[in-house]
């Protein structure tokens, strides 16, 4: 069992940054692909990044490339999603996940540990 623990949102203006954060329980963390995904009031979960377990490949949605960075410190258990340049449109419910076998080659959610989700507001 992973548990997943996001922190870090909040409300920021357009153009802000936040970076969010999401502490994992593993015992072996770095063996585990880790990603960011977000839901917006009425949509669906929608695939924001995520890195593989291994090789440092990362892969983004379209919709944030250039703006969003993920990164993982394997000695603190812990993922980021840093977020600059923040439009209205990215705003959510952020959620965590884990996966021990996602390669980082494509979207996927199929990930078998997920977080409580931690809100970001980008007010206009």
């Known amino acids: 069992q992973v548990q997943l623990v996001e922190s870090g949102g909040g409300l920021v203006q357009v153009g802000g940054s936040l970076r969010l954060s999401c502490a994992a329980s593993?015992?072996?963390?770095?063996?585990?692909?880790m990603g960011w995904f977000r839901q917006a009031p009425g949509k669906e979960r929608e695939f924001v990044t995520a890195t593989a377990w291994t090789g440092g490949r990362t892969y983004y949605a379209d919709s944030v490339k250039g703006r969003f960075t993920i990164s993982r410190d394997n000695a603190k258990n812990t993922v980021y999603l840093q977020m600059n340049s923040l439009k209205p449109e990215d705003t959510a419910v952020y959620y965590c996940?884990?996966?021990?076998?996602?390669?980082?080659?494509?979207?996927?959610?199929?990930?078998?540990?997920w977080g409580q989700g931690t809100q970001v507001t980008v007010s206009s």
């Open positions: 593993a015992r072996t963390f770095s063996n585990y692909a």
């Open positions: 996940a884990a996966d021990p076998y996602y390669s980082a080659q494509g979207i996927s959610y199929s990930f078998e540990y």
